[in-house]
């Protein structure tokens, strides 16, 4: 197999832990090069690569700032075998990094979200999609120049219900409701890494964009609309940290959203449910360990009489509504989400279904929309008014081709 | 002791299996007249006060528009032995009756909601506490001229999370989430009682200010203010059956609120969440014979070190949340309104706080909110931005004293 070549930017948790092992278990994936601004972080990431056997292999390129122009990142990007960049770097460095990147001819796959600001995001699409930017390379295939890591539509639990509630199982959707209460514990002593941060949102933006992500994902209809109030409860959680929205799609479905940092719990609570004419789909991520699917199925009345249930394996009774629950591993979704980028990125891949799905799920117009939702939730909690998502982003945006 | 005397205008089913018993309960309350339009509605009517110790005396008055003009409801309203109308009357025809009541120096219990619209239900208060209105007799005692028949507040379940919620046993009320989905059958062949109502809102008007009413009571600071969407699902439930909304009340807190009589359910799904600092109270209404009303208290973190559990019976180790249920009868509440009612009317009560907390559940001014909580979801949901219920209700109306 013709592999895919990678460098990783970034030595955070998130790096470390999810994006590189996401890498080495992606068989078209080949991890070349990894780099951080510091030697000390840069030399822990190379050490945390040895632990995987498709990544310990003695090549392995490393570069930081501290060593110098020729060890730093202008090195790694002027390598011509680095065919992708993946970033998991803060919010507001990640889009000066990438635009460098794509100028040095490598498609992207940058950490969600997409950029700090829609404004941002907006500007960073266009440039990636012109082809009147000359200073910008054409690739040499025809895969994605950039893709989101944003992982919440490999989640095997999500994605379950998002092909439940898309399959029609429990007919059109009337409404759903989504409840994310997440304790965020106090910092003790020094320790302010919460310190009012420089995009946004603040912790909202950066966790909120997930359930976005997996609502976006499940719904058969786009949300186009929300009227939401934002909060800061926790005095160490700013600037928000709490959110609460009336949200309206496409087809004119409603529901309900809270995601809240801030406020305290017994224990947490993760819960989306969606409610169609023809029964329920609930997905319970509150358990660490084990995220559980429920498919409630209704029995379907007949035209003359009482109601006949439709056949579905393990059945109970005519009358009684059809209950199924499904477990899955609280896996975060990042090796899947790995798995189907290296596919799309590869150059055999062409522009073909596969790379089609991976954009509706992660391109960056899909992830622009995660982004706007928590942007128009901020906008519509200041301006006392629905805002319209797809005025945010934009029409020229908003399709997803 | 002395008895406050009252009349029973209506026929229809909440008279007869609610109002009537209650009445009859009611120690302090003595039924002397019972009117219905029709001869045959007010025979059924009397017949059914016969089945109780208290209703079942020989001098009953019985009253019909049908017996001619000496037998109808005028003169119920001359007789000087009537203290209080109670009204369990079609929505649109309260209004002028209550006011014609009036007019006969009669103190009036009506059904809710307090009128068909915000702007009536100004008209009327405004009415029934204007001292230069010489058509208005004043009444003979300090009585209240007007109590709504809302019995949420008096229903035990909500009751007992309101004096939860209100002592402060979840700490600061921080979010609160509302769903309520109540199933109404298709009505078969013929049946069409629920053709386009000449009130707005329909059934969710008629229905949907209960929820109002209970989350009124429950939340220490009032709603202020919601974003809302409303809908149609079923097409025999016209205008709309579903309603969706944000709210915001006085102190910032916000939560959600969806109330559905369209949603198509394998179950009646009905509760109430309050989660505070300290704790969540929840109220789980879907049984239709009990209610359960859920308390868990979080353990109360001490200054330096873990968390300590505050002095709780039975409450299980220092860490552990601190977990109590308690079920009640899923009564309505009815009962417990109209023996409250009858010591705010009785001539002994005066303006003692038992008027004022009466006032305070059930007063025009209170329930004047839960019908604005439904006029604004209307209005918002047309305009598409937040509404003062403040403004809508008007100032002068917003004050409960």
Known sequence: MEQHRVALLGAGGFATGSHLPAIAAT????????????????????????????????????????DGPEAGLEALLKRDDVDTVVMALPIPAQPALIEKAWRAG????????????VA????????????????????????????IAEQFPYTPSFDRAARLVR????GRVRSF????????????????????????????LDGGVHFAAALRHILPSPPISLSASVRQ????????????????????????VTVSFGIERPNEDKKFVFRGERGTVEVDFADSRTHVVRLVNLPVPSENGPAVEEQHEGCSGPEEPHRMEMEFPAEVGVENEFEAFGT???PSAGSGSGTSEVLKRCGP??????????????KSSEEKREISLRELVGDEYWNLE
Do not use: M
């Open 27 to 66: 068989r078209s994936l080949r991890l070349v090069a990894v780099y951080s601004r510091s030697s000390r972080s840069v030399q822990a990431l190379a050490q945390a690569a040895k632990k995987y056997a498709s990544t310990a292999h003695d090549d392995l390129g490393i570069y930081c700032d501290e």
């Open 106 to 117: 490598k498609s992207v796959i940058s950490e969600k979200p997409i950029a700090p600001s």
């Open 120 to 147: 941002e995001a907006r500007r960073l699409i266009s440039l990636s999609s012109s082809s009147s930017d000359s200073s910008l390379p054409h690739l040499s295939t025809s895969r994605p120049r950039w893709l």
């Open 167 to 170: 399959a029609g199982r429990i």
């Open 177 to 204: 409701n989504v409840e994310v209460y997440i304790q965020v514990p106090k910092p003790v002593g020094e320790d302010n890494w919460r310190k009012v941060p420089d995009y946004q949102g603040g912790f909202l």
């Open 233 to 256: 409860i926790q005095p160490y959680l700013p600037p928000i940290d709490t959110l609460q929205a009336l949200v309206t799609c496409e087809d004119g479905t409603t529901g309900t």
């Open 344 to 346: 799309a990125l590869s």
């Open 365 to 378: 117009r899909a992830t622009l929309r995660d982004l706007a939702f928590i942007e128009a939730a901020i």
